[in-house]
């Protein structure tokens, strides 16, 4: 018997394989040179280059075309590469918040760093497959890896509960998930999206029961992986007891890859049977916009703020699934990499007024800053500016290419309901800036003068204001409208 290797991109797969030997270097590096080494961040950092630079050949050697590898289990598209694009840059930012915190928190660095780059790299596997069984091997890969960083700090309680319940509620949902997996096995007899496809439209009504049970346990799945009410009880917890510029990696990153699996699952392999499921997911869309904004309201932790504000922000994503046409992915990936600059850029802040063990993350506790740190204080007004949908910042453009989405597809009650609760967003983002603007500073001393985190920060407002300014710029590069 004869049997057949076949071909491989390895040009198709080199963003993935780099983040990958990159991760396991940085683990090996330390294990070489102490568990404390200082040079572990330059070896992340290399990598996520490396991954970056990549995945632009990728993209130009690609260019409009749809190829697959591994027997057809990777896919380079405008998908996969917009994503690619997304998680790196969610990467990059990420490793140069964390530098000066992993130094005053004496972290493990290449336990640190090496857990964020595999982490990343199953964002981007989960991107870049059409293949059900290769979705959830990078959703394992990207989860395993994010609870590790959640309780990296072994000497804290807070940090060890958050790590516990995320593991716990995490492994619950990937059972959900497998399950659902095995329900749209038994359906269609494929794991193969494109296959499945056609299969469920040639003969979607011959077995609707097996079917709608499969697609229920992933959006269960789903809703977890990306905070949807109601499977979002986990996040506020985790969001808070994790290291900041771990909360800031998995806030965008973990949601970026859970919405890009969505998209290839409901968008491309369910799109036939659209109505079968589209009124559970407008239901759980206005749960967790409504949800998230109230309960934003009433917090005073800046942490848990922006945990219930990115539960919304799920829910604005997930308006674009419901959309389902050729402007809503664009719509979702757009959204998605604006909501990296900005929500990365909250959090660095977060991580320099924190301080050593994040004694000051009540929102109380950025009173008066304009005075001490004026331009900190104008960098946060950006970022809180931008995650509140006001114009031109990129965070409005986000909202509208959703909204307008949902639109174009006829669903504009929902885009009402968006924009109703967009409104009220608005106040808990514009309460800090009072504070921050119009009051006087209070006695917490802030340290701003690592250059990797002023870097971060630069990079983040730039990407913020610019995104907004040249939207249909952004959106022709990176997804080849």
Not at 131 to 160: H, P, Q, W
Not at 252 to 274: E, H
Request: hydrophobic share 55%.
């Amino acid at each position: 018997m004869e049997i057949k290797i076949p071909d491989i991109n390895w040009l198709m797969a080199s963003p993935i394989v780099i983040l990958s030997i990159f991760g396991m270097l940085t683990l090996i590096f330390g294990i070489a040179k102490g568990r404390h080494t200082k040079k572990a961040v330059f070896v992340a950092l290399l990598g996520t280059l490396l991954a970056l630079v990549s995945n632009f050949i990728c993209l130009f050697e690609f260019w409009q075309k749809t190829n697959s590898t591994f027997s057809e289990m990777l896919t380079s598209d405008y998908i996969s590469t917009g994503f690619n694009f997304i998680f790196l840059t969610v990467t990059l930012l990420s490793i140069f918040v964390s530098h000066k915190y992993v130094q005053d928190e004496n972290l493990p660095e290449n336990e640190y760093y090496g857990m964020m780059l595999l982490s990343a790299a199953g964002m981007m596997l989960m991107a870049s497959t059409t293949n059900l069984v290769v979705v959830f091997t990078g959703l394992e890969v990207m989860s395993i890896a994010l609870y590790i960083l959640a309780g990296i700090k072994r000497n804290e309680l807070k940090s060890l509960e958050a790590a516990l319940k995320y593991f716990l509620l995490g492994a619950f949902a990937s059972g959900f998930f497998l399950y659902g997996i095995s329900m749209l096995y038994g359906a269609t007899g494929t794991l193969d999206l494109k296959i499945m496809a056609e299969i469920v439209s040639k003969n979607g009504t011959e077995f609707p029961m097996i079917l709608m049970v499969g697609i229920t346990f992933l959006i269960v799945g789903f809703g977890f992986k990306v905070a949807l009410a109601p499977f979002h009880v986990w996040t506020p917890d985790v969001y808070e007891g994790a290291s900041s510029p771990v909360t800031g990696f998995m806030s965008v990153g973990a949601k970026a890859a859970g919405f890009a699996a969505f998209m290839r699952v409901f968008d491309v392999a369910l799109i036939s049977i659209k109505t079968d499921w589209i009124d559970v997911l407008a239901v759980l869309a206005i749960l967790t916009m409504v949800i998230g904004n109230i309960l934003a309201l009433q917090q005073t932790n800046f942490k848990r703020l922006l945990a219930y504000s990115s539960i919304t922000h799920a829910g604005y994503l997930l308006l674009g699934i419901i959309a389902g046409n050729e402007l809503s992915s664009q719509a979702i990936m757009f959204y998605l990499f604006s909501y990296a600059f900005m929500n990365i850029g909250a959090f660095a802040i977060i991580t320099l007024v924190g301080n050593k063990n994040e004694q000051f993350v009540n929102v109380t506790d950025f009173t008066g800053l304009a005075k001490k740190k004026p331009l900190l204080a104008f960098l946060l007004t950006i970022f809180l500016f931008s995650l509140a949908g006001i114009p031109p910042m990129a965070g409005f453009f986000g909202k509208y290419f959703i909204f307008s989405a949902l639109i174009k597809s006829g669903a504009t009650n929902l885009a009402i309901i968006g924009v109703l609760n967009a409104v009220v967003g608005v106040y808990y983002y514009l309460s800090p800036i009072v504070l921050v603007w119009m009051k006087e500073p209070n006695e917490v001393e802030i340290n701003d003068t690592n250059p990797m985190l002023k870097f971060a920060l630069i990079i983040s407002a730039l990407g913020t204001i610019l995104i907004g300014i040249f939207p249909s710029q952004v959106m022709s590069f990176l997804f080849q409208i």
